[in-house]
């Protein structure tokens, strides 16, 4: 059983480009979460994807965007970043006991 | 929406004594409870979870309490070890879809 993986692990923007994060869920689940942590804050729900289909989505922007692939891992896209989406990011995946397992994170900072 | 209120939002102790986290969600829909340890620069790790039919779960130093009526759950670390220095958080969630809300955090700081 191979654990939840993001990359890349750190990542520099500025105002104004798009990123694209990446993450592995772990074997056998097939429900991924995107959440964003700023500094001493809890993790903040961004969406879900279950079997390729969004699922859920917490109060951010359309600018966030995601998909999931037929192997479950999934992409996070910001377009048009901004200062304050300088975070953590962090997926988590989960299966059918709906037990989330987290990935390390991503760190962005945005310039 | 849900929303998780969590107390304190730091919690210093010598060891070897107990450690007592609180947090109160606000949808009476909210069936499952989960508390993760998070330590400095690394990914929150689930340490123990609860779910609305059980009122008490125990694995080995920690339990977590959960009273539906009050609306509010608690995790509970009995002799405490520098190790458990971390920041805790709990989180609610309902439903079929697991999509929790979590609380602000617990800084705990165990000193030796």
């Known amino acids: 059983e191979t654990g939840v993986t993001q990359s890349p692990t750190h990542l520099i923007k500025t105002r104004g480009q798009q990123v694209t994060l990446r993450c592995s869920s772990q074997?056998?689940?097939?429900?991924v979460s995107w959440y964003q942590q700023a500094l001493g804050q809890g993790p903040q729900f961004i969406f879900q994807y279950y079997r390729e289909e969004e699922n859920g989505r917490g109060n951010f922007p359309p600018r966030f965007s995601g998909l999931q692939f037929p192997n479950y891992s999934s992409e996070l896209n910001v377009n048009a970043l901004e200062l304050d989406d300088s975070a953590l990011y962090l997926c988590?995946?989960?299966?059918?006991?709906?037990?989330?397992?987290f990935g390390p994170g991503t760190r962005l900072t945005v310039l | 929406g849900e929303n998780v209120e969590q107390h304190p939002s730091t919690l210093s102790v010598q060891e070897g004594d107990s450690a007592v986290i609180k947090c109160t969600y606000s949808d009476s829909a909210s069936n499952y409870f989960p508390w993760y340890k998070q330590e400095l620069g690394k990914r929150p790790q689930l340490i123990i979870d609860?779910?609305?039919?059980?009122g008490e779960k125990k694995d080995q130093r920690i339990a977590v309490t959960l009273n539906k009526t009050a609306k509010h759950f608690s995790l509970h670390i009995t002799e405490t070890q520098p190790e458990d220095s971390a920041v805790y958080f709990c989180?609610?969630?309902?439903?079929?879809?697991?999509?929790?809300?979590f609380g602000r955090g617990t800084s705990l700081i165990v000193h030796p």
């Open positions: 989180a609610a969630s309902k439903g079929g879809s697991y999509i929790p809300t």
């Open positions: 609860i779910r609305s039919n059980v």
């Open positions: 074997s056998g689940h097939n429900t």
């Open positions: 988590a995946s989960s299966g059918v006991i709906n037990e989330q397992f």
